[in-house]
């Protein structure tokens, strides 16, 4: 049996929802470990004593199951392999391959004894027609790539490294990222990269440019070179339009919103709007932009310490959705900006992200927009600095490898 780390924190999400009449839709940009998942789940019903044959599992990933594409065959299929009346588990893996999918999975989750499981790469398309067609009957949860800690547990398992220097740690997270497949062995950096290439060419090609019917295939590639090279800097489709004007690339707005549509729908890039923290109102503005793993840079841009600052603000944005905040960038009443308000169950924390608070002009810039918040809501400067011994004016200073391990 190969080894398996679990997913601990996903798992404590999933399992209250275990044998409830509800679907529960996994999504995620692709090898992000929605299928490890799907395993997980699987073990876990098994050890409960839930009899092999009353567990169903169908991959659209394997071209075994090209048949079933068709929503009435896979309906049958599924019902045909069902004994007697007792609950029966189904798990059906990138579901959005199934032409009629939606209805196959309203139908079966109205027998009363199926307990359904169902994933996908593309945000848009559950979330649309899901709510068309089993409204209030399902739970959602999306699956990233490995946290931090998750990393280290993997470098354990499948590296042999106990090594217990965080910032070494940090270090490697950072340059490999965490795509669960380029951290399943040693891989040295070449290979790890090639890997996370072939991911991004899947991601792109496949869930980005075929699944949205996008002919100019030139005009997106330029687009997402343009936004893995501006992560973390904010700007609207009009500035994207006048950029690519300004190096004889003519886009129009609309195009530029489709496309960024279609990313994220993927699961490529995350938006973050702005929040007026006085207002505390989203505002319609220039958003910043995020992607989902910071490796997805490094496969089509190369790796530059130039890129350092943007890259730390990703794996902390990527960090704070982890842990079930909604993210927004901020804007206090005086116009500076910080870096993230998040918030969960009716609180707030508020973090700026620097590379290093040595430089005197970084940290007064840093420091003086959380000292412009007003509320007494936490408030963070994440940096790569080690760490102090003392807060400014109640600001916790922390080095970005002990944010992220923090409980």
């Not at 989902?292 to 960090?319: C, H, Q, R, T």
């Not at 993230?340 to 973090?351: P, Q, S």
């Amino acid at each position: 049996m190969p080894t398996i780390v679990k997913r601990e924190a996903y798992l404590d999400m999933i399992r209250p929802y275990m044998g409830q009449p509800l679907i529960k839709v996994i999504t995620g940009i692709r090898r992000c470990g929605k299928s490890t998942m799907f395993s997980q789940i699987m073990t876990e019903l098994s050890e409960t004593g839930v009899p092999d044959e009353r567990i169903i599992r169908i991959d659209f990933d394997n071209m075994d199951n090209n048949s079933l594409r068709d929503g009435a065959a896979l309906h049958g299929l599924i019902v045909g392999r069902m004994s007697g009346e007792g609950m029966h588990y189904v798990f059906i893996d990138e579901i959005q391959e199934v032409s009629g999918w939606e209805r196959v999975a309203n139908s079966l989750l109205s027998r009363g004894n199926i307990d359904l499981y169902i994933s996908g790469s593309n945000s848009r398309l559950l979330s649309s027609e899901l709510a068309t067609y089993i409204t209030g009957r399902y739970v959602s949860l999306e699956i990233q790539t490995l946290s931090f800690r998750e990393y280290i547990d993997f470098r354990k398992t499948f590296a042999n490294d106990g090594s217990e220097d965080r910032r070494k740690a940090l270090d490697g997270y950072i340059r490999r990222g965490g795509f669960p497949l380029a951290n399943i062995s040693d891989y040295d950096d070449a290979s790890a990269d090639r890997i996370v290439r072939d991911i991004f060419e899947s991601v792109f090609f496949r869930d980005t440019i075929d699944r949205n019917r996008i002919r100019n295939r030139v005009q997106i590639e330029n687009l997402v070179k343009f936004m893995f090279d501006n992560i973390g800097n904010p700007f609207s489709v009009d500035s994207i339009r006048r950029e690519f004007s300004r190096h004889g690339m003519p886009i129009d707005a609309a195009t530029a919103a489709s496309h960024l549509r279609a990313m994220e729908g993927s699961y490529l890039i995350r938006r973050v709007s702005r929040y007026n923290i006085r207002g505390k109102k989203v505002i319609m503005s220039d958003d910043k932009y995020y992607v989902a793993d910071v490796s997805l840079i490094y496969s089509l841009m190369g790796f530059k310490n130039s890129m350092m600052s943007g890259i730390e603000e990703n794996i902390v944005l990527l960090e704070l959705v982890r842990r079930g905040y909604g993210v927004y960038v901020g804007r206090t009443k005086s116009g500076k900006e910080v870096d993230f308000v998040a918030e969960r169950d009716g609180r707030k924390i508020y973090v700026q992200v620097t590379h290093t608070m040595h430089d005197e002009a970084v940290a007064e810039r840093e420091l003086s927009a959380l000292k412009d918040i007003g509320d007494n809501y936490p408030k963070y400067v994440v940096t790569m600095d080690k760490v102090w011994s003392e807060d400014v004016d109640g600001i916790k200073l922390v080095s970005l490898a002990d944010f992220l391990l923090e409980e």
